[in-house]
């Protein structure tokens, strides 16, 4: 499973959400830093990105542990790897 960190309001974030079709990806979690998601916020420090995730959003974790951050990095990356 590959794991999309996001937060209302963040303009980057909602730009992948508008240009990554998410809903035909399965394999892609979207997991809101809303302040009242404590899974999302659990699944953050997991994967320990809490502080990076106070710097950059969005954050996208992939299933294989790889940590990348920014509107550009994560669509590319989710276009290379298809779904």
């Not at 999302?40 to 995730?53: G, S, W």
């Not at 996208?60 to 298809?82: H, M, N, P, Q, Y």
Request: glycine share 8%; with cysteine; proline share 5%.
């Amino acid at each position: 499973m590959t794991y999309l960190f996001t937060k209302p309001g963040c303009g980057k974030c909602d730009w992948v959400k508008s240009h990554v079709e998410l809903e035909k990806r399965p394999d892609v979690q979207v997991l809101n830093l809303d302040g009242e998601n404590p899974e999302a916020l659990a699944m953050l420090a997991y994967f320990e990105c809490v502080t990076l995730a106070e710097k950059k959003l969005p954050i996208l974790v992939s299933d294989a542990g790889e940590v990348l951050t920014g509107a550009i990095e994560v669509r590319s990356f989710l276009d290379k790897v298809g779904g």
